[in-house]
């Protein structure tokens, strides 16, 4: 049985320390909070091992200062300073150093003082002096291991013994107090487990995911690549991730043509009284861009939906006419701080598989229906589970209340039917509320993409109106949604997912040609042609290297087929194909071969 480390009252979550000292007993409504991997224990072990860390620092660099060291998402850290200069390094000496510090099995013991005598004490250490100045209260803690003592409120671990399993993960700087006029303080990253098989658990995980990295890959398989030249978050996208790219919108370009929508474009800049109109400017200006011509402003789009509400007011539009469903792969920018830029899962400028749709109130339900049926299609496709979330309103909202229950009642029906799904209280967007699609990849991992929301408010804002059968104007519904969401994201995500094992319908280069010596050339470059014919993506290996050497190179781009050609193929017109992901090798004749492509094209629909 794990030992106890802290108790979980219905006050709060107590140390084991602080109860002991409160006399709270374990029992009744008190439970017991084990030394395991739960997310309690876990936030006790973590920041006892930020003290640790703090520990190991303070012996290994004696001048070191500290600020604070709390429990993030993904473990914990502490900022500090120091004279030294840490690197990446170092992490493995004061790693060693902390490992020992648990070894030695300290008890943590806590004390407390009166603010007043904390600030005497403290009085030549800047760091916890500005510490001291964000307590409001008139009495502060501190917990000693050793002879390192630290003021803090908790919770910690009572013995050192427990935090065993710690591994340090990333060295960064980090602003005093976040605030950028600050000094720069040193920030170690780290992660702490109950056991050493979570923590190895966890190691694995962390390499899976490395090695998935899609600017890794992204890089290995010339795809895209991001220049500071150019600017942080604006991608370039090489030939072999265009082509994946707009594999991608071709299918659903199609799909979408297939569901009845139409495809339209509207600018990338609009005028900035537009953006005033939408609500944007007061909402989401943070965000946007904006530029000057002829003295009059403009704004860049972060949005699509300005545009195509002006299709729709390009007609008179009767409540026949409706649903109507307007489609764009529309490019929009967005302000990111360059900190968060990443890949390209957070970018400046990106694409959306974006699309509006008009509809009558009474279609509201049907209308997303369709749109769950066709995300259930799509994340089919690419072998991705998935889960729902329906937000609902949000602090900061615009629209009436009466708009906000009826769209929230709609969505609510359907993803009923639809089976089950989960909710975000006040997760919705500033003008509706909507469903988000969130998708496991192959390794577990969750990813925000697709949404789907009901919008009264634009319709209300542009005064858009249809006539129905008695002649009136009528307000019709704005459903905004995005399948993939971002191109870029999505990209992202796939290679992440296939560990750039793209499947043959969306590979950059789907068949890697080698012809064995010069006279087999003419017969590569034949089938070549005949495959580009056929819509299907290739590369001929004919530099003058050897055999082994050609295969190996195409190996390398992940390319799913390739296709060997010596003088048996060219004189039967056969192909020698090795399936990279199926490992396996066959001779086919090249129309075989064609037929088999097709198939596996045709099969991959949306
Ligand atoms: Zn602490
Ligand atoms: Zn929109």
Same mark, same amino acid.
């Given at each position: 049985m794990a030992e106890i480390i802290g108790v979980k009252t219905p006050q709060g979550i107590l140390d084991l320390i602080t109860a002991k000292e409160l006399g709270a007993e374990i029992g009744g409504a008190n439970l017991p909070i084990y030394c395991d991997n739960s997310p309690e224990s876990l936030a006790i072990l973590r920041h006892s091992s930020a003290h640790l860390l703090a520990q190991a620092v303070a012996i290994l660099y004696p001048d070191a200062q500290f600020f604070v060291g709390p429990v993030v998402e993904e473990g914990f850290y502490y900022?500090?300073?120091? =004279? $030294?200069? %840490? =690197?990446?390094?170092? *992490?493995?000496?004061?790693?060693?150093?902390?490992?020992? *510090?648990a070894a030695q099995a300290r008890p943590i013991e806590k004390s407390r003082a009166a603010k007043s005598a904390a600030t005497l004490k403290y009085q030549n250490d800047p760091l916890k002096t500005e510490v001291l100045s964000r307590i409001e209260s008139e009495e502060?803690?501190?917990?000693?291991?050793?002879a390192f003592e630290d003021l803090c409120r908790g919770p910690h671990a009572p013995n050192t013994k427990f935090l065993a399993n710690v591994k340090l993960t990333k060295l960064a700087g980090a602003y005093l107090g976040g605030d950028s006029s600050r000094e720069m303080l040193t920030r170690v990253y780290g992660i702490a487990f109950a056991d050493s098989e979570a923590l190895k658990t966890w190691e694995t995980q962390m390499a899976e995911a490395m090695r998935r990295d899609h600017r890794k890959l992204g890089n290995d398989l010339n795809l895209f690549k991001f220049t500071d030249e150019i600017g942080g978050g !604006?991608?370039?996208? !090489?030939? #072999?991730? $265009?082509r994946l790219r707009s594999k991608l919108e071709e299918l659903s370009f199609k799909a979408h043509k297939r569901r009845g929508y139409e495809p339209v474009r509207g600018p990338e800049i609009l005028k900035s009284a537009l953006w005033d109109k939408s609500g944007h400017i007061k909402n989401y200006g943070e965000n946007m861009y904006f530029t000057e011509i002829d003295e009059i402003q403009y704004g860049l789009k972060p949005m699509n939906c300005v545009g195509h509400i002006a299709v729709y007011e390009s007609e008179t539009r009767s409540f026949r006419d409706l649903p109507l469903k307007f489609f764009e792969f529309g490019t929009v920018h967005r302000h990111e701080q360059s900190g968060v830029l990443h890949g390209l899962l957070r970018v400046r400028e990106f694409t959306q598989d974006d699309a509006h749709i008009f509809c009558r109130e009474d279609q509201i339900a049907e209308e997303i229906e369709k749109i769950l049926e066709f995300i259930d299609r799509l994340m089919s496709l690419f072998d991705f589970k998935y889960t729902l979330t329906l937000s609902t309103k949000p602090a900061k909202a615009i629209g009436d209340d009466r708009l906000w229950v @009826?769209?929230?009642?709609?969505?609510?029906?359907?993803? @009923?039917?639809? /089976?089950?799904?989960? %909710?975000?209280? /006040?997760?919705? $967007?500033?003008? /509706?509320? @909507?469903?988000?699609v969130k998708i496991t990849d192959a390794i577990g991992r969750?990813?925000?993409? /697709?949404?789907?929301?009901?919008?009264? #408010? !634009?319709?209300?804002?542009?005064? !858009?109106?249809?006539? #129905?059968? $008695? #002649?009136?104007?009528?307000?019709?519904?704005m459903l905004h949604r995005a399948m993939m969401g971002s191109m870029e994201r999505f990209i992202a995500i796939l290679i992440e997912h296939y560990g750039g094992e793209l499947p043959f319908f969306i590979a950059p280069t789907q068949v890697a040609i080698v012809p064995i010596g010069e006279a087999h050339n003419a017969y590569a470059r034949e089938i070549a042609n005949e495959l580009t014919l056929n819509e299907i993506d290739v590369k001929i290996y004919d530099r003058d290297d050897s055999l082994a050497k050609k295969i190996k190179n195409a190996e390398k781009t992940k390319v799913p087929y390739i296709i060997v050609l010596g003088d048996e193929e060219v004189k039967n017109r056969l192909v020698a194909l090795r399936d990279r992901r199926e490992r396996t090798q066959e001779t086919m004749s090249f129309s075989d071969f064609t037929a088999k492509c097709a198939t596996q094209i045709n099969k991959e629909t949306l």
């Open positions: 900022d500090f300073k120091t =004279s $030294a200069k %840490i =690197s990446e390094d170092d *992490l493995k000496t004061i790693e060693k150093t902390m490992k020992k *510090l502060v803690s501190f917990y000693k291991q050793g !604006l991608a370039i996208w !090489l030939p #072999n991730g $265009a @009826k769209s929230t009642e709609a969505i609510e029906s359907v993803l @009923k039917k639809h /089976g089950e799904y989960m %909710i975000d209280e /006040g997760g919705g $967007a500033f003008y /509706g509320p @909507k469903i988000d969750k990813w925000q993409c /697709g949404t789907v929301q009901v919008d009264m #408010n !634009l319709p209300e804002r542009f005064d !858009l109106h249809y006539t #129905n059968a $008695a #002649n009136e104007r009528v307000r019709p519904v």
